[in-house]
């Protein structure tokens, strides 16, 4: 079945769940692809490059700024991070979709570059942002406590950020609430599809 391109961008607060929702869409739809990001930060533990990231040197990096090759880019604690232009143009001219997984700033600059667009730029026809919210905010501290992995200044960090970026999630065409995995599925399965055209 022939459908319709998308270029999602998806962002939540860290402990939404976000990144097991991308990993369940891309077992299912063949047709999405990832957008690997790239960084001029080492590399961590077991991440390799061309899979977590691009790892590529501050020269690098700087080459394709110049080049204008970033569709958005960020430095974060000395070190750039951005998103190419060109996989995204050529995934879309496959005929398949791109997912692009990204904080809530970094999606307010991929928004205003798509809005720069011509309306007949196939990035531009296939755009779609989607937000996940938690439950609640008390929802999201019970579940960053029994994550278990960060220490209660994390935890107090990761709340003040989720609850400045759930005030920005007005911004995004679509919000999802993630109150339980299964349903938070099958509620963006359902939305990817009727907007790519599989029903
Ligand atoms: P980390 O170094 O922990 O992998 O990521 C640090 C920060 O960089 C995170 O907040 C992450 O969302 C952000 N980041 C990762 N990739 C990109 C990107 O392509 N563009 C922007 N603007 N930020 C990114």
């Not at 459908?3 to 860290?14: E, Q, W």
């Not at 990096?61 to 190419?84: I, M, Q, R, S």
């Not at 996989?87 to 990204?102: H, Y």
């Not at 960053?144 to 999630?169: F, Q, W």
């Amino acid at each position: 079945m022939k459908t319709k391109p998308l270029f999602i961008v998806m962002s939540a607060p860290s402990g939404c769940g976000k990144s097991t929702l991308i990993d369940m869409l891309l077992q299912e739809y063949h047709d999405i692809v990832y957008s690997i990001s790239c960084t001029t930060r080492a590399p961590r533990g077991e991440e390799e490059d061309g899979l977590d990231y691009h790892f590529l040197s501050k020269e690098r990096f700087e080459e394709l700024l110049k080049e204008d090759a970033f569709l958005e880019y960020a430095k974060v604690h000395d070190n750039y991070y951005g998103t190419l232009k060109a996989p995204i143009v050529e995934v879309l001219a496959e005929g398949n979709t791109m997912i692009l997984d990204i904080d809530v700033q970094g999606a307010a600059k991929v928004r205003e570059y798509v809005r720069s667009l011509p309306n007949t730029d196939p990035l531009k026809i296939g755009y779609v942002d989607i937000f996940i919210n938690p439950p609640s905010l008390e929802e999201l501290r019970e579940r960053l406590e029994r994550r278990g992995t960060d220490s209660l200044e994390v935890i107090e960090k990761r709340m003040r950020n989720a609850e400045g970026e759930i005030a920005r999630a007005g911004e995004y065409m679509f919000q999802v609430t993630n109150d339980d995995l299964a349903i938070c599925y099958k509620r963006l399965c359902d939305l990817i599809d009727a907007l790519s055209g599989r029903m």
